[in-house]
């Protein structure tokens, strides 16, 4: 009795530890396939690939938005998180003088400091992207100035 009780806890030591080394390989088959254990996408870049990445992206999103604007073949411009400086708001703003058709501008969680409220602002008060009705710059380091600079064409804008 005693040798039947031990045969039947090896067997089943056996089989679970059958199901564990199974369990392994439907792991690893996962993981090549590009997907983790919870079924989530596993990027295969290194950490120092994945900001360049980022930024050809963004490079990439940016250059869609400026054809875009030049052409006024959208109603938006998205470039929300796009590593967009003062120097590229002030490219994006040259596009915008003549545009008629956007009606919503994302700008947020980019860099855009003074120079580039500046560049909209006068875009803006000049009368260019005159269908505008929503510019999102929620996550910028503005300064207090550039904030009232905005305040004040929204308040011009809005009296006209």
């Known amino acids: ?12 030591s056996i089989s679970s530890s059958d199901a564990a080394k199974k369990k392994k390989k439907k792991k690893k088959k996962k993981k090549k396939a590009g ?8 990027s295969h870049e290194s950490p120092a690939q994945a900001p360049q990445a980022d930024k050809q992206e963004a490079e990439r999103r940016f250059q869609r938005a400026l054809d875009s604007a ?4 959208d ?7 796009a590593n967009i400086h003062d120097a590229r708001a002030k490219k994006l703003c ?5 545009n008629n058709s956007i009606t919503s501008v994302n700008l947020s969680a980019n860099h ?5 409220v500046k560049a909209l602002v006068d875009v803006l008060s000049s009368g260019g992207c005159s269908e505008l009705i929503n ?4 996550g910028n380091s503005l300064s ?4 009232q600079m905005l305040v004040s064409t929204a308040a011009a804008a809005a009296a006209a």
């Open 1 to 12: 009795e005693d040798d039947d009780e031990l045969h039947g806890e090896l067997d089943n």
């Open 144 to 147: 207090d100035e550039a904030q």
């Open 75 to 81: 109603m938006w411009v998205l470039l929300g998180n």
């Open 70 to 73: 030049k052409h006024g073949e």
């Open 35 to 42: 997907t983790g254990a919870d079924g989530a996408s596993v």
């Open 94 to 98: 040259e596009a915008l003088k003549n």
């Open 112 to 116: 855009i400091g003074e120079e580039g």
């Open 135 to 138: 510019l999102d710059l929620r």
